[in-house]
């Protein structure tokens, strides 16, 4: 019996639990879901429309043109982290193109808008061999400059703000209305000094307002230089054949110009206006107050006939 | 009974090597067909599994089984292709997420999925070392491809081309690692994940390269009107993507006709899925919806018929050992007649006799019974790390 002991190896259980795979663990955050946007205006309209219910972040740093600005690696890690990230569409933040994002996530708050976006004249494609693929021109970018459609991107946001917190609709519906009546009393003001301002041939610095021109009927003209430079001599050259056909008086600028700029230009009978497109969160203020201070050099430059 | 099944005991271990012999070839009859069923249920299980975790596939009208194989299996032959704008219609539907997958390229004989970022977090997918790729010209390989090519973070893999003696054809593309995949024991393992646009960068149908508009660039171009610049073939075009040149690479077209291999389907819920699935069924449609647990059963299915085949086999050569047996058994009667004869003689009776010789066949057959046993068990108990790490490795 002691051998028959000895050979009791009839079953071989396995104490041990089988081995499991080591579970992935998935970072979970704590707070609010994050909204990521590439420009500050549609940072604030998810502010104004969201609250504190989301957090918004537009982390492109102060000074630097959204449009053009090529976040680096770990910001794109946090846009990948976001809940929900805001686009412009029209070809904005061109960085889009080149990064990888999660399709689920992002919303083009233009989309519906499409009909409405302005081709820019004047580009220079390239193909490849006289019958190869070619590219496209662009379109213009700053579509939050027509009010009208600042307004249809709010409701894209709202929209998005809506999937992404249906519980919290009602409160979203209510800020966007509200929201939607401060563009329109916005518009309707901008439309009064549009009117004042009629037929006017106006200069702008910078080709960024071609929304602005087509929402409000404005004659201007677009050249392309920097608040911050002093144009070159082809430039001043360039402007004077210009006068020859479009007499401006005043020409509006993204910013404060160079004060030799701003001289020269006096010498030439043309004033000058900053028109801050706000792409960028601003100084001081929001998006609706630096609209109200365009606004008012607008009205100031051009004001009611007594 | 104590006394009989002692005197068998002794004599069975006094001829410890027929008894050996004898017991191992019963211990193997009995095991090979439930060990093999064991082994094909687990290998089945684990197929199945990547089947079960991908709930749809839509790709091009053809051989399911292909389009189920290159998308689950990253396998070389790859179904025809699909345009992206499949992935944006199955998205905007509202059905359903959509998770573009292009799994043409290779690397060496690592496959080279182009996706999105939703695949990882859809497969579970968690990361050894890294992150997900970010930019254009990043990529994340599977664990078993860091240890083949001995790459990690930082490091650099170079796609290849897809024929030897295509002179004409798109330069291989070196991709920066930024991510290496925990070991997942599927078939990501042996893959490396680029954006579906760095695969279309692959193809070349997106590339970067100097600015026709700029003088250094003067070589490379044809001609020019007012708008336009037309480049000729000694273009240099960037294989790798940096910092410095990333802005200069785009793409010519619309995406939206941009090629696929296939779309993975992850419906909201299952009636969405039905619905879905009701909008390919149309035979006139130009692609076709999948659902890979049925077709990856089908394939099992043939080949668990030829395992029936494996087993109808190892049962003949079980009765065939079997008669050995007995035969063997028999002859040792005979060549025991003196022992069995003396037994008698001392005062054994038959049927005490005959009690002591059944008692050595049915310890036999109980040892080999147990061994049978004990190793199916160790077979299911440690058959899927040995699956994991030598099959499917």
């Known amino acids: ?306 | 009974m104590r006394d009989v099944l002692y005197l068998a005991w002794r004599y069975l271990v006094y001829h410890r090597l027929k008894t050996a012999i004898l017991v191992t070839s019963i211990t193997l009859i009995i095991y090979l067909p439930v060990g093999l069923n064991v082994v094909v249920e687990q290998s089945s299980q684990h197929l199945m599994a990547r089947a079960e975790a991908t709930p749809l596939l839509v790709g091009a009208k053809g051989s399911p089984l292909e389009l189920a194989l290159n998308s689950l299996y990253f396998s070389p032959e790859y179904p025809e292709l699909i345009d992206y704008s499949e992935a944006t219609t199955v998205a905007d539907s509202g059905l359903a997420d959509a998770i573009p997958l292009y799994a043409r390229f290779r690397s060496r004989s690592q496959p080279i999925v182009g996706t999105s970022l939703d695949y990882f977090s859809f497969h579970d997918l968690g990361f050894a070392s890294g992150r997900p790729m970010a930019v254009l010209g990043e990529c994340v390989v599977g664990a078993a491809v860091a240890e083949a090519l001995g790459v990690d973070t930082g490091d650099t893999v170079t796609s290849s081309p897809e024929t030897v003696f295509d002179l004409a054809g798109v330069y291989p593309l070196r991709m920066k690692v930024s991510g290496v995949l925990e070991k997942a024991f599927t078939p990501d393992d042996e893959a490396i994940f680029v954006d579906v646009k760095t695969a279309w960068i692959i193809q070349g149908l997106g590339h970067g390269h100097q600015d026709l508009a700029r003088a250094e660039a003067a070589s490379g171009v044809l001609s020019r009107t007012d708008d336009n610049i037309i480049a000729n073939a000694s273009l240099v075009q960037y294989n790798e993507i940096t910092e410095d040149n990333s802005d200069s690479f785009h793409f010519h077209g619309d995406l939206a006709g941009y090629p696929l291999t296939a779309v993975l389907v992850v419906p909201k819920d299952e009636k969405s899925g039905v619905i879905l699935r009701g909008r390919y069924a149309d035979e006139n449609a130009g692609s076709q919806i999948i659902r890979p647990v049925t077709v990856i059963n089908e394939l099992l299915d043939t080949l668990l018929t030829i395992q029936q085949f494996i087993v109808a086999a190892v049962i003949i050569v079980g009765l065939a050992t079997i008669a050995t047996a007995a035969l063997v058994f028999m002859l040792s009667l005979r060549l025991r007649q003196r022992e069995i004869d003396t037994m008698l003689k001392i005062g054994g009776s038959r049927p005490r006799v005959a009690s002591m010789l059944l008692a050595e066949v049915a310890i036999v057959l109980l040892l080999s019974s147990a061994f049978a046993t004990a190793i199916t068990l160790l077979t299911w108990r440690f058959g899927p790390a040995v699956i994991e790490n030598i099959v499917l490795t």
Not at chain 1, 83 to 110: C, F, H, K, M, P
Not at chain 1, 194 to 205: K, N, P, T, V
Not at chain 1, 233 to 260: C, N, T, Y
């Open chain 1, 1 to 306: 019996m002691k051998r028959l002991g000895l050979i009791a190896f009839l079953l071989i259980v396995v104490a041990c639990a089988p081995a499991e795979r080591a579970d992935v663990s998935t970072e979970t955050r704590q707070g609010p879901p994050q909204v990521y946007t590439v420009n500050y205006p549609l940072a604030y309209f998810a502010e104004r429309i969201a609250g504190d219910s989301v957090a918004v972040v537009f982390p492109a740093p102060d000074g630097v043109d959204p449009a053009t600005w090529s976040p680096p690696a770990e910001t794109i890690a946090e846009y990948q982290r976001a809940d929900l990230v805001l686009l412009n569409g029209a070809g904005y933040a061109g960085w889009i193109q080149r990064v990888t994002l999660s399709e689920s996530r992002l919303v083009n708050t233009s989309a519906s808008l499409a009909d409405s976006l302005i081709p820019v004249a004047g580009d220079v494609t390239h193909s490849h061999g006289p019958t190869g693929d070619h590219s496209h021109g662009d379109t213009a970018i700053t579509t939050w400059l027509d009010v009208e459609l600042a307004v249809g991107q709010a409701r894209a946001v709202f929209d998005a703000l809506v999937r992404l917190r249906p519980e919290n609709e009602t409160g979203f519906r209510a800020r966007l209305l509200a929201l939607e009546q401060d563009l329109l009393e916005l518009d309707e003001a901008l439309k009064d000094v549009a009117a004042r301002i009629g037929d006017a041939r106006l200069l702008f610095s910078h080709p960024v307002y071609q929304y602005f021109v087509r929402r409000y009927s404005f004659n201007g003209l677009s050249v392309h230089w920097e608040p911050d430079e002093k144009p070159t001599d082809e430039q001043w050259r360039e402007l004077s054949a210009a006068l020859e056909v479009h007499d401006a008086k005043w020409m509006i600028w993204e910013g404060d110009p160079h004060p030799e700029t701003v001289s020269r230009l006096a010498g030439m009978g043309i004033g000058t206006l900053v028109f801050q497109p706000a792409g960028n969160r601003p100084a001081a203020g929001n998006y609706m107050s630096v609209m109200r201070e365009n606004l008012r050099v607008l009205q100031q430059a051009f004001p009611p006939s007594l």
